[in-house]
């Protein structure tokens, strides 16, 4: 079956750095565009940055530039997010999902991101 797990979140200090992993199964990853989101309590689910599924186009929100990098390793089903500067507002539940036109969307359980003094 299909299965997006998120690892990586945790408790940092503002300014400090995270590394999220997501481990894709269950379908051809290298075929999919990849996505992180985040979602806080009362808010929509918000795009933070997608990567194209050769890994050779990504965007991200104005609010993550030059701070956050989103990359992917075909041959090990991962995508990654590298959160460095991070700000009180960047604290979130922060998703995988995993999207292909007429094919297939599929969203991880979420690991989540607290930014705290």
């Known amino acids: 079956q299909v299965q997006l797990v998120e690892s990586g979140g945790g408790l940092v200090q503002p300014g400090g750095s995270l590394r999220l992993s997501c481990t894709a199964s269950g379908f051809p990853f290298s075929d999919y565009t990849m996505s992180w989101y985040r979602q806080t309590p009362g808010k929509e689910r918000e795009l933070v940055a997608a990567?194209?599924?050769?890994?050779?186009?990504?965007n991200y929100v104005e609010s993550v530039t030059g701070r956050f990098t989103i990359s992917r390793d075909n041959a090990m089903n991962r995508v990654y997010l590298q959160i460095n500067g991070l700000k009180p507002e960047d604290a979130a539940l922060y998703y995988c999902?995993?999207?292909?036109?007429?094919?297939?969307?599929?969203w991880g359980q979420g690991t989540r991101v607290t930014v705290s003094s």
């Open positions: 999902h995993a999207h292909s036109e007429g094919a297939g969307n599929y």
């Open positions: 990567i194209g599924s050769g890994g050779d186009g990504t």
